[in-house]
């Protein structure tokens, strides 16, 4: 899975990147203005933070924490499932 995110600043971001580095995600971070970003995605984006993941615009954290649900990498609090199959 190659994640990257696109930020402006890494304190608008924190909230993002500490959900990825809780779920043990390897990901690139790409600091971008909001006008520059449209070129990498392909599509107007309104704000940063901004995830890709494999070629795929996510969007922003809700977003992200919605697919990452979608895709079994988090339960519905947040909690990364790997941590839930260790205990």
């Not at 930020?7 to 924190?14: N, V």
């Not at 971070?29 to 901004?50: F, Q, R, S, W, Y």
Request: hydrophobic fraction near 40%.
């Amino acid at each position: 899975m190659e994640i990257k995110v696109y930020i402006k600043d890494f304190d608008s971001a924190s909230k993002m990147l500490n959900l990825l580095r809780d779920c043990n995600l390897q990901f690139g971070v790409h600091a971008l203005e909001v006008a520059d970003i449209a070129n990498v995605v392909g599509e107007k984006v309104k704000k940063l933070p901004h995830v890709v993941i494999d070629g795929e615009r996510v969007g922003g954290y809700y977003d992200l924490v919605e697919y990452l649900m979608n895709n079994g990498i988090i339960n519905y609090a947040g909690e990364p499932t790997w941590k839930m199959k260790n205990n």
